[in-house]
């Protein structure tokens, strides 16, 4: 199979740096040519809960789409994601995009569409891919965030993963969200 350009989604509010870095370690892995955007913090949305830490991951793969979600489920629940006296969410990894595939796959409806409405998916992905344009809206991630009106809070965060931090000093210092 060809290689695939991908877009994960990833996010945790319990033990926030320790599962994020497994869960990167974990991609890392198996994925090819993975970078990452920065790392915000962030209102918890649709649940009760403390704060969440969240990124977005691009890489290239050559597992089918049912194939790389299996595997992104068992990276969940290594972390604890389906334990039943889990607290919080550990690790949440969801496929944003994955190459230009547009659709219903088994369920799994892309492109994702809290890319769109939530700002802790948007601003990183459009940091991480400014000029690549989204599958149905045809408009470049970068000019979407502009343009966004998402009513949550969230704000750039250091975190560090392979001895580097992935959120650059520029970005902690100010750039505000809409």
């Known amino acids: 199979m060809p290689l695939i350009r991908i877009y994960l989604g990833l996010g945790s509010n319990t033990e926030r740096d320790a599962h994020l870095c497994a869960g990167l370690d974990a991609l890392d892995d198996f994925l090819l040519e993975m970078r990452c955007s920065p790392v915000f913090e962030s209102e918890p949305v649709g649940i009760k809960s403390g704060p969440f830490y969240n990124l977005v991951v691009?890489?290239?793969?050559?597992?089918?789409?049912?194939?790389?979600?299996?595997?992104?489920?068992g990276i969940e629940a290594d972390n604890g994601r389906y334990a039943p006296q889990r607290k919080g969410l550990p690790l949440d990894i969801d496929v944003l995009l994955y190459g230009d595939q547009v659709g219903n796959f088994d369920g799994l409806i892309l492109p994702r569409a809290e890319i769109?409405?939530?700002?802790?998916?948007?601003?990183p992905l459009s940091?991480?891919?400014?000029?690549?344009?989204h599958p149905l809206e045809g408009?470049?991630?970068?000019?979407?965030?502009?343009?966004?009106?998402?009513?949550?809070?969230?704000?750039?965060?250091?975190?560090?993963?392979?001895?580097?931090?992935?959120t650059p000093e520029a970005l902690r210092q100010g750039l505000p969200s809409p």
């Open 139 to 166: 408009r470049p991630f970068e000019a979407l965030w502009r343009e966004a009106r998402i009513e949550q809070r969230l704000w750039p965060v250091s975190f560090h993963w392979q001895d580097r931090d992935l």
């Open 116 to 123: 769109l409405r939530n700002a802790f998916v948007l601003w």
């Open 127 to 133: 940091l991480l891919a400014p000029t690549l344009d």
């Open 58 to 73: 691009t890489a290239l793969t050559d597992l089918p789409l049912a194939a790389l979600d299996r595997r992104l489920k």
